[in-house]
């Protein structure tokens, strides 16, 4: 079972579960909780760490060893193989979110997805995979997803609201990523809103957050 920081109101009715970056872990994006809960109370937030530890307190959700940003970037056959390296850490996500499920008796509409960079291919594949419908996906610098070989069109059958943010500035996930989700998500019937933040390189800022939460917020049913 995967493990990491998490906040946990008084009183919990929602639960957005945040994946971390390639080699960060779970207390680097707690640290937009501080933010977050003041706009979304009764929300309790989850920020689990990848499953395969790495140098200097990090861990990987899958290999990136042959991760480059050259034009092999945009090969749907290279990004089918990240999709195929989604497949396990997906199903401890989805397992992860069952346990919170389960323990908080939180609804499976008022749950949201996000992920960053790396976390953010995941968030996408997983809530696009799991065997329940989540109230929303938000993927900020999401290495693309494709609909390829290893995951045809036809294995998906959800509409689930997406937010994607990214930098103009990116240079590790270049903003064409972004495009590249908006293009394949469209073959599935799903038209996500989205945010390119003037001169951010790969993270998030404050102006993708004051996209983020009015999201959350509207993915949440009361």
């Not at 990090?58 to 990240?82: K, N």
């Not at 008796?105 to 790396?118: K, P, R, T, Y």
């Not at 933040?197 to 404050?206: A, K, P, T, V």
Request: aromatic fraction near 10%; include cysteine.
């Amino acid at each position: 079972m995967l493990t990491g920081p998490s906040f946990i109101p008084d009183k919990m009715t929602y639960a957005v579960i945040l994946c971390h970056g390639y080699g960060s872990n779970g207390d680097d994006l707690m640290g937009l909780v501080p933010y977050l809960k003041h706009f979304l109370p009764q929300t309790g937030f989850f920020c689990p760490n990848a499953p395969t530890p790495m140098m200097y307190n990090g861990y990987e959700w899958f290999s990136l060893s042959d991760y480059t940003t050259a034009p092999e970037f945009v090969s749907t056959d290279y990004l089918d193989t990240l999709v195929k390296r989604c497949e396990k850490p997906a199903k401890l996500l989805a397992d992860y979110i069952n346990m919170i499920k389960n323990t908080y008796n939180v609804a499976d509409e008022n749950i949201i997805l996000m992920g960053f960079s790396q976390g953010g291919l995941l968030a996408l594949y997983t809530g696009l995979t799991a065997p329940y419908t989540i109230g929303g996906l938000i993927g900020c610098s999401a290495v693309p997803i494709v609909f390829e070989k290893v995951l045809p069109v036809q294995n998906i059958s959800k509409n689930i609201p997406v937010l994607l943010t990214h930098g103009e500035a990116d240079t590790v996930v270049p903003p064409y990523g972004m495009d590249l989700n908006v293009h394949q998500l469209a073959k599935i019937g799903i038209t996500p809103t989205t945010f390119l933040s003037s001169n951010l390189g790969h993270g998030i800022d404050e102006a993708c957050l004051q996209h983020i939460i009015p999201f959350i917020q509207s993915c949440f049913k009361d």
